[in-house]
Structures are given as structure tokens and as C-alpha cells.
Nanobody, 125 residues
Framework: VQLQASGGGLVQAGNSLRLSCAAS????????MGWFRQAPGTERQFVAT????????YYADAVRGRFTISRDNAKNTVYLQMNSLRPEDTAVYYC???????????????????WGQGTLVTVSS
């Protein structure tokens, strides 16, 4: 499966952005999806994940209440709505697809087999 992330850009603190992750080569309708981010000089960190069945979600503490992950299986696309952005949200954001299933929320990047190329989000103060 190929994942294409888009929607990044430069925004001022307090504003919003919506990232998209379009998949090709495989349907995402039966695949848990996640968003991760990596700031310069840091390790990649978990942001959010959404289950393929039922669409339940789980977020990192740093973004809970500000970010919303969603999916449109008909469009084979996953979204990350980011509100109330802060300078510390500046990072390259990656979408990913896991081949694992079950009730667990997968927050470690080692569980994800497919990755998009990343889209840069820069939040100015």
C-alpha cells in the first residue's frame, strides 16, 4: 500500500490545519491507521490512531482535545484535524498503516508496516 500525506504548511499559533492521508494499492477499510510526528533532533512520536472497525480513536496526551483523527473509507483517506496549534506542534507529520488487528491501540511505530512520506507543519508564535 502507498500512503500520500498532504496538508502541511506554515500557520500561526492558535490556528488550524487539516492533514490528509490518501492510500492506494490497498483498501484502508480494514486497517487501523495512525499519525506520528517527528520534530528536528527528536524521535518520532505517536500522535493519534483510529480503529478500522467502529472508528474508535486514541490520542497522545499532548494533542488530546485539540486534534481529531477521522477516516473516510469510501475515499480511502484518513484525516488529522489540528486545532489550537502551538509552536511545539511543529514537526514532520507521518501517516501510517498497521497490519495488526484487535482491540489494542497501537502507539508504537514498530507496529506500523506502511508509511507516508511526511508533511511538514510549522507553527509560528
Amino acid at each position: 500500500v502507498q500512503l500520500q500525506a498532504s496538508g502541511g504548511g506554515l500557520v500561526q499559533a492558535g490556528n488550524s490545519l487539516r492533514l490528509s492521508c490518501a492510500a492506494s494499492g490497498r483498501t484502508l477499510s480494514s486497517t487501523d491507521m495512525g499519525w506520528f510526528r517527528q520534530a528536528p533532533g527528536t524521535e518520532r512520536q505517536f500522535v493519534a490512531t483510529i480503529k478500522w472497525s467502529g472508528g474508535s480513536t486514541y490520542y497522545a496526551d499532548a494533542v488530546r482535545g485539540r486534534f481529531t483523527i477521522s477516516r473516510d473509507n469510501a475515499k480511502n483517506t484518513v484525516y488529522l484535524q489540528m486545532n489550537s496549534l502551538r509552536p511545539e506542534d511543529t514537526a514532520v507529520y507521518y501517516c501510517a498503516a498497521t497490519t495488526y488487528s484487535g482491540s489494542t491501540y497501537y502507539t508504537r511505530d514498530r507496529f506500523y508496516a506502511y508509511w507516508g512520506q511526511g508533511t511538514l507543519v510549522t507553527v509560528s508564535s
